[in-house]
């Protein structure tokens, strides 16, 4: 028996209603794209970083039913946002990008009921020393922090399986892009490193993640991943080094709910600057690891000149 729907639950998703018709995504952003209706649960969502977890049925022509991260631009829609609501929305998927917009959330909750923002997970300060870890890589070798120190390097979190072109392909492409650029400065790449963890060790063995690192730098067979690693390791060691940077995630079936950090470390081994969500740039995080190659004052220098001009991206998608 369908249960009558309450004044309050009107009046939420009417509001949503208006703010999808006034709020929707810049044509430039828009053009192109292809679009899913898209139904679901709310899981959890955080306003600032404007994203939203949800637990969606299956979208016909794209993925099965799961649970994942979305990019929802409306703030106002945040506003009357509760766990448990219902969402219906059409997610747009262009190149590397996608994102929901035309939000109806419908909230049936009493207003005391809690609400989960974000993640209560520390941050990492700028300058700590960052912790030691032991990981395998892409050959089956052990990996940790002091095969890294006397070198910059940046490290971001990644799965292989991961559906959404904005999450971890795009974290891919961008160190992908870092990567050519290190090959052609023979002087730069002898001080710099890529490290990419996944948050999937039980599926991303080594034989995977060579793979997947071999295809994403164009040299297959022929890759020997002198300046980019992939690693995994023991669960329990690949949690605790995601969350010592702030990254939460769990498992839903054969996918991974995730957020998204991309940290850069100081040849000793402190931490030099943390990227939260997908808005950065290829050129920032080379920008970086130039400045940190150049020695301790010049990187203090760049990262003032950073922060000053919003280098430092904190938008989570």
């Keep these: 028996m369908?249960?009558?729907?309450?004044?309050?639950?009107?009046?939420?998703?009417?509001?949503?209603?208006?703010?999808?018709?006034?709020?929707?995504?810049?044509?430039?952003?828009?053009?192109?794209?292809?679009?899913?209706?898209?139904?679901?649960?709310?899981?959890?969502?955080?306003?600032?970083?404007?994203?939203?977890?949800?637990?969606?049925e299956e979208v016909p022509g794209l993925m099965e039913a799961m649970t994942m991260p979305f990019t929802l631009k409306e703030e106002s829609a945040y506003e009357v946002m509760q766990p448990g609501a219902k969402i219906q929305?059409?997610?747009?998927?262009?190149?590397?990008?996608?994102?929901?917009?035309?939000?109806?959330?419908?909230?049936?909750?009493?207003?005391?009921s809690p609400v989960a923002t974000s993640s209560t997970l520390r941050e990492p300060v700028i300058g700590e020393e960052v912790s030691d870890f032991s990981l395998v890589n892409q050959d089956g070798r052990r990996v940790s922090l002091e095969d890294y120190r006397g070198r910059a390097f940046a490290l971001t979190f990644i799965y292989t399986r991961c559906p959404l072109p904005d999450q971890c392909p795009l974290m891919s492409e961008n160190f992908a892009a870092v990567n050519r650029e290190l090959a052609k400065d023979p002087a730069l790449a002898q001080k710099t490193r890529l490290l990419s963890v996944t948050v999937d060790p039980g599926y991303d063995t080594p034989k995977v993640l060579r793979s997947y690192g071999a295809a994403h730098t164009g040299e297959f067979s022929e890759e020997r991943f002198e300046r980019w690693q992939f690693a995994t390791g023991d669960p329990e060691e690949v949690r605790r080094l995601a969350e010592g940077f702030g990254l939460s995630y769990t498992?839903?079936?054969?996918?991974?709910?995730?957020?998204?950090?991309?940290?850069?470390?100081?040849?000793?081994?402190?931490?030099?600057?943390?990227?939260?969500g997908n808005e950065w740039k290829p050129a920032e995080l080379l920008a970086d690891l130039r400045a940190l190659a150049a020695g301790p004052d010049k990187a203090h220098n760049a990262d003032k000149a950073g922060k000053a001009t919003g280098a430092d991206k904190k938008a989570e998608p």
């Design 251 to 276: 498992r839903d079936k054969d996918q991974v709910i995730h957020s998204l950090r991309t940290a850069v470390i100081a040849p000793d081994g402190r931490l030099y600057k943390l990227y939260r």
């Design 89 to 112: 929305a059409t997610l747009a998927v262009s190149g590397e990008r996608s994102w929901l917009e035309n939000p109806i959330i419908t909230v049936a909750v009493p207003d005391s």
């Design 2 to 56: 369908r249960k009558q729907v309450g004044p309050r639950t009107l009046l939420l998703t009417f509001g949503v209603l208006l703010t999808a018709w006034f709020g929707c995504g810049r044509p430039e952003e828009t053009a192109g794209a292809k679009r899913y209706e898209l139904r679901g649960t709310i899981v959890s969502f955080d306003k600032n970083q404007r994203q939203v977890i949800v637990a969606h």
